[in-house]
């Protein structure tokens, strides 16, 4: 009997799969549990339908998420971060504080996304990836200097 898959089935096909499978294992398992479809001219053309839009939509998305990335790959976030001698880090520049630059610059990113492998420890400029869609991946220019406080403190001498 020929069916058409509604979800993914371990060992026997994907969503919107077309095959050709035992009668009983159709009528007994597939057909009542609504996994799959009989295999009827109009089942095909509704299911043919379904994958065009569904390709159709996921190409625009795509190409949004493409202008996104372009736009954020532009961009290059400045870190000023406390350094003691030798430009030694206290602390480190983590996925937080980039995503926390990102949405100063006006992008939400969710901190999952930025692919940093460990925190940056060290002063300069790292190319860290944004993995945006499974596709499509921006480099965002992190720069990590070190902070100036104003003035240094001030040692006040009394008068002898």
Do not use: W
């Not at 065009?52 to 290059?76: C, F």
């Not at 976030?77 to 003691?84: D, F, S, T, Y």
């Amino acid at each position: 009997m020929k069916v058409i898959l509604q979800e993914n089935i371990e060992g026997v096909g994907h969503t919107g799969d077309l095959l050709d499978v035992a009668n009983g294992f159709a009528r007994n398992y597939l057909l009542p549990r609504k996994k799959a479809l009989e295999a009827s001219s109009r089942n095909v053309k509704a299911i043919e339908h379904v994958k065009r839009t569904t390709a159709e939509k996921a190409k625009k998305e795509r190409l949004e998420i493409e202008d996104v990335a372009k736009q954020m790959s532009a961009v290059s976030l400045r870190m000023e971060v406390q350094a003691g001698k030798d430009d030694k880090l206290f602390g480190s520049v983590t996925v937080k504080d980039i995503a926390e630059g990102l949405v100063e610059k006006g992008f939400t990113v969710d901190r999952r996304k930025i692919q940093l492998a460990q925190p940056i420890k060290e002063l300069g400029t790292v190319i860290v990836p944004v993995k945006l869609h499974h596709q499509v991946t921006a480099s965002v220019s992190v720069t990590v200097v070190k902070r100036h406080d104003a003035e240094p403190p001030a040692v006040e001498t009394a008068p002898a």
